[in-house]
Nanobody, 124 residues
């Protein structure tokens, strides 16, 4: 059973923008900590942003450029990414926290439900 499905990835020039979406069960959108993570080949998965009832949280590297949001009616989690950099060429994943620490810690190990990912390529 598919639980999380990402979309919106693609190729953009440096400085461009993309909006990623994650279709998820409404119960996840409304009642759990959800986040966006990214991973490049040969590197560890890193947290990008998360959102919960306590608010939204961002990795320092994306503050001021990315915005995470929920649309409960549409049952989607989104990530607006502006001023993209070539080094942000990664597979981006939507995830649900299932254990561990606080939502804002953005620790991949705290998230146990993952989508298949959507590729983002930023060219210089």
């Amino acid at each position: 059973q598919v639980q999380l499905v990402e979309s919106g990835g693609g190729s953009v020039q440096a400085g461009g923008s993309l909006r990623l979406s994650c279709a998820a069960p409404r119960s996840f959108i409304s009642a759990t900590c959800m986040g966006w993570f990214r991973q490049a080949p040969g590197k560890e998965r890193e947290g990008v942003a998360s959102i919960y009832t306590s608010g939204a949280y961002y990795a320092d590297s994306v503050k001021g450029r990315f915005t995470i949001s929920q649309d409960i009616a549409k049952s989607t989690l989104s990530l607006q990414m502006n001023s993209l950099k070539p080094e942000e060429t990664d597979m981006y994943y939507c995830a649900v926290r299932t254990s561990g620490g606080q939502c804002g810690w953005l620790r991949p190990s705290d998230f146990g439900i993952w989508g298949q990912g959507t590729q983002v390529t930023v060219s210089s």
